[in-house]
T-cell receptor, first 114, second 115 residues
Framework: KQEVTQIPAALSVPEGENLVLNCSFT??????LQWFRQDPGKGLTSLLL?????REQTSGRLNASLDKSSGRSTLYIAASQPGDSATYLC?????????????FGTGTRLTVIP | SAVISQKPSRDICQRGTSLTIQCQVD?????MFWYRQQPGQSLTLIAT?????????ESGFVIDKFPISRPNLTFSTLTVSNMSPEDSSIYLC????????????FGPGTRLTVL
């Protein structure tokens, strides 16, 4: 069964700093990988989606990379802002058919200090 | 992309009662998914709701506790029955976007507190 791990569990940085969140997964047979943002008590907002054939995706100050063979993805946030404070979740979708093929990490709780 | 709305956004309920959560999607989808997120935890899939057939439940979840309806291709409900404090969680509705991307979209969640 796919296992997804996110490190660190929590991260606190001063405003303006660049930072990297890590996600690792055990089974490289994936269809895609998604990074989500979750504010406290709220739903998930999709940030970036990387297909298994892609190496990276960019959106504004966010850049996500994927190394499928080593089972790793990173989310790079440039010039962090207090509004970036949230929990960031990584989710891997398996390439097998079936409904329960989306596996979540436990998240990294980010705090950006003004 | 898909836009998903959920009602209610939050509720505080008494032990032993039931709550029905509604999920509305702005486009027709084959499968709708219901997730639970317990405090401090990641997401766990409860069941998959298909239009015109019984929902498929994951291990540890049963229809008597979490009955699901799927009357059409844009709407679903999840009921949390005979609630206990352990049911206090965020409940999330989700759909998968079109191929080839198969991006996953989530609703804003329903934050349930059981006293």
């Amino acid at each position: 069964k796919q296992e997804v791990t996110q490190i660190p569990a929590a991260l606190s940085v001063p405003e303006g700093e660049n930072l990297v969140l890590n996600c690792s997964f055990t089974d490289s047979a994936i269809y895609n990988l998604q990074w989500f943002r979750q504010d406290p008590g709220k739903g998930l907002t999709s940030l970036l989606l990387i297909q298994s054939s892609q190496r990276e995706q960019t959106s504004g100050r966010l850049n996500a990379s994927l190394d499928k063979s080593s089972g790793r993805s990173t989310l790079y946030i440039a010039a962090s802002q207090p509004g970036d404070s949230a929990t960031y979740l990584c989710a891997v979708k398996g390439d097998q058919t079936g409904a329960n093929n989306l596996f979540f990490g436990t998240g990294t709780r980010l705090t950006v200090i003004p | 992309s898909a836009v998903i709305s959920q009602k209610p956004s939050r509720d505080i309920c008494q032990r032993g009662t039931s709550l029905t959560i509604q999920c509305q999607v702005d486009s027709q989808v084959t499968m709708m998914f219901w997730y639970r997120q317990q405090p401090g935890q990641s997401l766990t899939l409860i069941a998959t709701a298909n239009q015109g057939s019984e929902a498929t439940y994951e291990s540890g979840f049963v229809i008597d506790k979490f009955p699901i309806s799927r009357p059409n291709l844009t709407f679903s409900t999840l009921t949390v029955s005979n609630m206990s404090p352990e049911d206090s969680s965020i409940y999330l509705c989700s759909v998968t976007g079109l191929p080839p991307y198969n991006e996953q979209f989530f609703g804003p969640g329903t934050r349930l507190t059981v006293l």
